[in-house]
C-alpha cells in the first residue's frame, strides 16, 4: 500500500539517495556531482505550508518517489507561478506513484492564488511528458540542445498547467 504524505528532514537521506541516482543513470536533473546532506537540507528549507510543497511515496517504509513545487524564478512578478519536479524510483516507475505525488500535490495547492505551474523535462522521456499531459500539461516549446551532461547535448521539453483563472490581484 502507497502512503503519499510531506516530506520532513527525516527523509533527506533517502530524496538524496534517489536524486543521486538520477544524476548518475539520467539527464533528468543537470547537476554531474552528487549531493550532499548539507545540500539537500539548504534545499528543504523552502518548503512549508505554502505554495512551495514537497511530497513523498512511500511503500514498506521505503521512499519511492517525490514530488515538489518551488519558486519559478526569484522576481516578485513571477510569485503566482510555479515550477514543478517528480522523480519516482527506478523499480516504482509505471506503478501509478507519479500519479499519486502529482493528485496530492495540486490538490494541496488549489487556494494557494497559483496562476501557472511550469516544468522542464529533460529529452527524451516519453513518461514524464505523458505523465504532465495527463494532468493537464501542454507542451510550449524545446529548447534544442541547450545544455550539456556527461559529454552530451541535451534538449528539454517546456510544459505549462494553468491552475486558475482569477488570482490577478492576489
Not at 30 to 47: S, Y
Request: charged share 20%; with cysteine.
Amino acid at each position: 500500500m502507497m502512503l503519499i504524505r510531506p516530506a520532513d528532514q527525516n527523509d533527506l537521506p533517502a530524496l538524496m539517495a534517489l536524486r543521486n541516482w538520477y544524476i548518475d543513470h539520467s539527464f533528468a536533473t543537470f547537476d554531474e556531482q552528487h549531493l550532499t546532506l548539507r545540500q539537500m537540507a539548504q534545499w528543504f528549507t523552502q518548503f512549508g505550508d505554502g505554495p512551495y510543497r514537497c511530497y513523498v511515496a512511500v511503500i514498506n517504509d521505503q521512499i519511492v518517489g517525490y514530488c515538489s513545487s518551488q519558486a519559478y524564478r526569484q522576481h516578485p512578478a513571477f510569485r503566482q507561478t510555479i515550477e514543478t519536479s517528480i522523480y519516482v524510483a527506478a523499480n516504482a516507475g509505471r506503478s501509478g506513484t507519479g500519479s499519486a505525488l502529482y493528485q496530492t500535490l495540486f490538490d494541496a495547492l488549489q487556494d494557494q492564488h497559483l496562476h501557472r505551474a511550469v516544468v522542464g523535462i529533460a529529452l527524451p522521456n516519453d513518461a514524464s511528458v505523458g505523465l504532465h499531459e495527463k494532468f493537464g500539461f501542454r507542451r510550449i516549446g524545446v529548447f534544442d540542445e541547450y545544455a550539456v551532461k556527461h559529454g552530451q547535448r541535451i534538449s528539454s521539453v517546456w510544459m505549462e498547467k494553468s491552475l486558475s483563472d482569477s488570482c490577478l490581484n492576489s
